[in-house]
């Protein structure tokens, strides 16, 4: 192997003694070039002021977000066929990127965040990231509700806004009878719920109403389900517990599966079950009146080089854009958080 390298190495350098006469004639190529460049920049200067104005889209109706000023929908940029892991060199794309850098992502990362996707077609690996944050729910929650066991697990993020919304629904004259009685489920855990049902009501209905194992939400600890102790059953979010459902947007929370969202969740109706998302992405959804599906679908309308959704939650401004693969560009400075979709992207949302 070492003579080869030695052999390829002496041809290079014989090759570098013989290069004296077509040196100029490079020299003379490279003066060429460059004088084509400078031509080609001017053009494409003349063009950016239009670029900019034709792609803005009005829902950007700040003068001051500074990363997306510059950042004209798809069009002028010459589509999405040029790999966004490399800022590309040409004017436009220059002031596409002014105050990004890339964070490189793995596909790992892409099963973590508040808006990752889980379910029986898009299931979950139990990314380590994920798993160490769990913490004991009765160490954290508030004392507006009860747990049924001491050993339910749950993210510290979903905890932290379950509190504040029960908290709130309990002081406005809210019931305190609710009960959590399931937050984080092992993918073993989540086998035998799904075998139980399937023994006990048939297969037919534990694939309507139980996920598969790696397949429920349960699995990644933004999910809860709530139980009336009063009432001896599953919350039902009616009468004096409407409050829950109708408010749970504006702690971050949606009601995840909707008897009029069937046909995209695949999962029957369940009044109980809340996923933690966070604000203002629960915001959103309700607005559209989406499901997650929906709305991680609706997402891809907004990729980092196109319009990016602008959303104002009381006096904070979002901005929110996909990615598709591992290379995100996130912004250089400021509050921002990068989630996975589990399906083939990333989400970033910003606080401007
Ligand atoms: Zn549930």
């Given at each position: 192997m ?9 041809r ?8 004296n006469?077509?040196l100029?004639?490079?020299l ?5 070039a460059?004088?084509g ?10 063009n950016?002021?239009?670029?900019g104005?034709?792609g ?6 700040g003068?001051e977000?500074?990363?997306n ?14 790999d ?5 060199e040409?004017a436009d794309?220059q002031?596409?990127?002014?105050g ?7 596909e ?6 508040l808006q990752?996707l889980?379910s ?7 990314p380590e990231?994920?798993?160490s ?6 160490d954290?929650?508030s004392?507006?509700?009860t747990?049924?066991v ?6 510290p ?22 009960m959590?009685?399931?937050g ?7 086998q035998?719920l799904?075998?139980?049902n399937?023994?006990k009501?048939g297969?037919?209905?534990?694939k ?5 194992a790696?397949g429920?939400?349960h699995?990644?600890?933004y999910?809860?389900d ?8 599953y ?13 749970c ?14 046909e995209f ?7 109980w079950?809340?996923?933690y998302?966070s604000?203002?992405?629960?915001y959103i ?5 989406f499901c997650?599906?929906?709305y991680i679908d609706?997402?891809r309308?907004?990729?980092f080089d ?17 990615v598709e693969?591992?290379e995100v560009?996130v ?9 996975g979709?589990n399906?083939?992207?990333f989400?970033?949302t910003?606080e401007?």
């Amino acid at each position: 192997m070492g003579t080869r390298e030695q052999r390829r190495n002496g041809r290079r350098r014989q090759r570098r003694r013989r290069s004296n006469f077509p040196l100029l004639l490079l020299l003379l190529l490279v003066v060429i070039a460059a004088g084509g460049l400078l031509l080609n920049s001017c053009v494409e200067d003349e063009n950016l002021p239009a670029g900019g104005d034709s792609g803005s889209v009005s829902e950007n109706d700040g003068g001051e977000q500074e990363g997306n000023a510059g950042a004209p929908a798809g069009g002028e940029n010459g589509g999405g066929e040029d790999d966004p892991s490399t800022p590309p060199e040409d004017a436009d794309n220059q002031a596409l990127w002014e105050g990004y850098t890339i964070q490189t992502m793995t596909e790992e990362d892409m099963q973590v965040g508040l808006q990752i996707l889980v379910s029986n077609e898009h299931m979950y690996d139990f990314p380590e990231a994920a798993e160490s944050q769990l913490v004991k729910l009765v160490d954290h929650k508030s004392s507006s509700y009860t747990s049924n066991v001491n050993d339910t697990l749950i993210l510290p993020v979903t905890v932290e806004h379950l509190n504040d919304m029960l908290d709130d629904y309990v002081a406005q004259g809210g019931a305190t009878d609710i009960m959590v009685v399931s937050g984080y489920r092992t993918y073993d855990f989540q086998q035998g719920l799904f075998d139980r049902n399937a023994a006990k009501n048939g297969l037919e209905n534990a694939k309507r109403f139980v996920a598969q194992a790696g397949g429920s939400e349960h699995h990644t600890g933004y999910a809860v389900d709530l139980y009336s102790i009063n009432n001896g059953d599953y919350f039902e979010g009616v009468g004096e517990y409407k409050w829950v459902t109708d408010h749970c947007h504006e702690y971050g929370f949606i009601l995840r599966y909707r008897s009029d969202k069937e046909e995209f969740t695949k999962i029957g109706p369940e009044s109980w079950h809340f996923r933690y998302v966070s604000v203002p992405h629960s915001y959103i959804i309700v607005d559209h009146d989406f499901c997650l599906e929906e709305y991680i679908d609706y997402l891809r309308q907004y990729p980092f080089d196109g319009e990016h959704l602008t959303y104002t939650v009381g006096t904070q401004e979002y901005e929110i854009y996909y990615v598709e693969g591992l290379e995100v560009p996130v912004p250089e400075s400021g509050n921002y958080t990068v989630s996975g979709n589990n399906v083939d992207g990333f989400i970033v949302t910003v606080e401007k």
